[in-house]
């Protein structure tokens, strides 16, 4: 038995790329469809209403797609929108969040465990959830980093800014008995290096990693992987085209198949935010 029918991963941006680059790593046979709502994005700082709203239009759009399984690559999605959805739909899902959560537990050797994420992945205190459901133990400090995805989305990794604001915003975590920081957010991966810079102790924990895993598990369990040799890659986008183009480029490294602007959701929604 095999399944040709694609992988779906959905994300409010570009961030969930990091997700995609995992599947080519770990799956490279398996076809993969991405879209990102760079028109609404960022998530973050959303309402947890409109978050399940815009996540549904995208899970939507991926069933029509025809895909196989959908995995968020956003952690604000997953933990906002994951658990409500799955009641909706049928078709099997997985969120970061989780198997990020699993990975940091069994790092850990102080028993002090970092999180970076969105106001509102922070807010739902969906990480701290699940590490102490795993082990009771575990101190947790999450601290916001929503600038981190602007820094991202306007390819400044590299930029001055970039590095006083993770300075600022990591400062809890500097010279503390923290050893392992969980990158709850898929776009904070683009900026590893100057983690690491700031934070040369930390073990840097990328849930995306994890989460393909767990995918694969999945897909192996239920007699869904593919008998191709080769995958097709195609990444759809809500907004700004050009950028998102130029980034998924420079940040995959691989052959893409296609690359297009979609509509989803409300024209009215979309409509405003052309201008």
């Known amino acids: 038995m095999s399944d040709q029918r694609p992988i779906g991963v959905l994300d409010s941006g570009l961030g969930g790329l990091t997700v995609v680059k995992e599947v ?72 970061v969040i989780k198997p990020g959560a699993r990975e940091a537990t069994k790092i850990t050797k102080t028993k002090h465990v970092g999180i970076i994420g969105t106001e509102a ?56 008995n923290y050893d392992t920081l969980i990158l709850g957010c898929t776009h904070f991966p683009m900026l ?20 393909v895993e767990t995918t694969k598990e999945y897909l192996i369990k239920n007699d869904l992987l593919t008998d191709q040799k080769h995958h097709v890659l195609r990444l759809h986008a809500t907004a700004d085209i050009e950028d998102f183009s130029k980034l998924a480029k420079q940040w995959l490294k691989t052959d893409i198949d296609e690359i297009s602007l979609v509509n989803i959701g409300g024209k009215d929604e979309r409509n405003n935010n052309r201008n």
Do not use: W
């Not at 996540?55 to 939507?60: K, N, P």
């Not at 101190?139 to 989305?153: C, H, I, R, S, Y």
């Not at 590893?192 to 989460?211: C, G, H, R, Y």
């Open 121 to 176: 992945t922070i807010n739902s205190k969906s990480y701290s959830k699940t590490i102490s459901e795993m082990n009771p133990e575990i101190d947790v400090l999450g601290v916001p980093a929503q600038k981190f995805v602007a820094l991202v989305e306007a390819d400044k990794a590299d930029s001055q800014e970039a590095k006083d604001n993770i300075q600022e915003t990591l400062r809890p975590f500097k010279d503390s």
């Open 24 to 95: 080519i790593r770990q799956l490279p046979n398996e076809n993969v469809i991405f879209i990102g709502d760079e028109a609404r994005m960022p998530y973050g700082v959303k309402t947890h209403e409109q978050i399940i709203a815009y996540t549904r239009e995208m899970v939507q759009y991926l069933i029509d797609q025809n895909v196989k399984l959908i995995i968020y690559g956003c952690n604000t999605a997953t933990a906002n929108a994951l658990m409500e959805l799955r009641q909706e739909f049928t078709i099997p899902m997985l969120g």
């Open 192 to 211: 590893k290096k100057q983690i690491n810079e700031f934070l040369p102790k930390m073990k840097l924990i990328d849930p995306a990693v994890s989460t």
